[in-house]
């Protein structure tokens, strides 16, 4: 395909690729503005979005900034991905199951594992799995986009999770998790030391600064209650706590620890330098503390009212393989 100038008609094939050569009338523009004004079809968000997953190249190389400012001479390519299916796909993926019957699956999930597809992740999620799993009677249960999904883990988060597999069950837990009649146990290492117990409280909010990250806020935010015990502590540089929720707001344990001054290891969102409690450990042991690759943060308990037996079941999940390493480590 050819380049061609930029107010002339546009190079397009299928509607898969824009390509452009910048004249001296566009240079010095943004170029996320530029191309959605040159397609006319796709809105600057769009572009965007496009460009920050990596759809353009300039000059033959990807470029990841929306913003950067265009130079006479310049050659983009803007990628169109191929459209998303209506509906999550079933896929073979192994599941850890620890309980399922004919109203629902408890089971561990593992670190990385993302729960429902969403952009940048639209495939090899737990959804596309239970698909897989649970064949074509699972689809819809509460939805086509997040079918049996009542609650959620964040990717990077490990443990215990319970999904729907028909509608009664889909109505009973999702009413139990918003009245806050789940039990509901994690365990997470943080930096410093923590009191032996207490509770963290605070509204969480988008942050204003970084869209991407939630924070205590004064205005705007959601009420959220964090309740905590503090296991062990190791080298007087960081602690074991059980924290249990009496809400359940987007990285609230992230969110409350952090703010409070004790981010978790790892956070790749809320660990922002090094704190300075990592100096009290010995360099070693410093280095793998500061270098777990993912928030050290595991759902340890799940327990609830069966929705149709009305049985009290209460399940845990062991500390994966990466979280126990550490931990082993710590205790040496």
Not at 14 to 42: E, H, P, S, V, W
Not at 91 to 111: G, H, M, Q, T, W
Not at 257 to 277: E, F, K, M, Q
Not at 283 to 306: I, K, N
Request: aromatic share 6%; net charge neutral; glycine share 8%.
């Amino acid at each position: 395909m050819s380049d061609v100038s930029i107010p002339d008609s546009l190079s397009a094939d299928a509607a898969m690729l824009y390509a452009f050569t910048i004249q001296q009338g566009q240079a010095g523009q943004r170029a996320d503005r530029m191309l959605a004004d040159a397609i006319g079809t796709l809105s600057r968000s769009r572009v965007k979005t496009l460009i920050e997953t990596g759809y353009l190249t300039c000059n033959g190389s990807p470029r990841r900034d929306p913003s950067f400012t265009l130079r006479e001479g310049m050659t983009l390519e803007l990628h169109l991905p191929p459209p998303e299916p209506a509906r999550p796909q079933a896929e073979s993926i192994p599941l850890d199951i620890l309980f399922e019957d004919r109203d629902l699956i408890v089971l561990d999930k593992p670190a990385g594992l993302v729960v429902h597809p969403a952009p940048g992740n639209e495939t090899g999620t737990l959804v596309n799995a239970l698909l897989g799993h649970c064949g074509p009677d699972f689809e819809g249960i509460g939805g086509e986009k997040r079918p049996g999904i009542v609650h959620r883990l964040d990717k990077d988060t490990s443990g215990v999770m319970v999904v729907a597999k028909t509608p009664l069950a889909h109505e009973a837990l999702s009413e139990a998790f918003a009245t806050r009649t789940m039990e509901r146990a994690y365990l997470a290492l943080a930096w410093g030391i923590l009191p032996p117990a207490g509770e963290f409280e605070g509204a969480i909010g988008r942050d204003k600064r970084d869209r991407k990250r939630m924070a205590v806020v004064i205005q705007g935010g959601k009420q959220a209650l964090t309740r905590y015990k503090t296991k062990e502590t190791f080298h007087n540089a960081v602690s074991l706590v059980e924290c249990r929720l009496a809400t359940g707001r987007t990285h609230q344990i992230r969110v409350h620890l952090s703010h409070n001054g004790h981010p978790l290891l790892g956070d790749p969102v809320y660990l922002r330098r090094i704190p300075a409690a990592a100096r009290k450990l010995p360099v070693t042991l410093r280095d793998e503390a500061l270098d777990f690759p993912r928030q050290a943060l595991h759902a340890a308990t799940l327990g609830f009212t069966h929705p149709r037996t009305r049985e009290m079941l209460h399940f845990t999940a062991p500390l994966p393989e990466d979280f126990q390493a550490l931990m082993g480590s710590l205790k040496a």
